[in-house]
């Protein structure tokens, strides 16, 4: 059985520069229309003010999944590359078990290499269960 999950600033937070993080890789919104944007999204309780510091993490977090896109799009030898942020992955079948979740972004090289992004965003302990 999967435990309740736990919510605290640090994990809301998360979520809401997560979702940002997504939207901007999706090519939804640009990254400073989030500025002073109150978020809300599914698993939050509560919403987060989007200011200047979680822009600048946001930014980063973008930036690096940009380039390794780029990285290995250019080393991919012609193979087919994609990149799908916040993607649920089921892996029942893999481990004949209930087993699964979201990875942030993936950035799959087809025929060869997968990449798994994972932002982690601040500084404050957060208990996963």
Known sequence: MIPQRTYNQASQLGTAVHYVVEQVLLKKRKLKDFLGELI????????????????????????????????????????KVKMFPERKYDLTKVYNAPMGGTADITIIEFGGTLHIIDYKNGRMSVDVN
Do not use: F, P, Q
């Open 40 to 79: 809300l999204e599914e698993g939050m309780k509560d919403e987060v003010l989007i200011t200047k510091h979680e822009l600048a993490c946001a930014k980063i977090c973008i930036k690096y999944v940009k380039d390794e896109y780029k990285r290995t799009k250019k080393a991919a030898n012609g193979k």
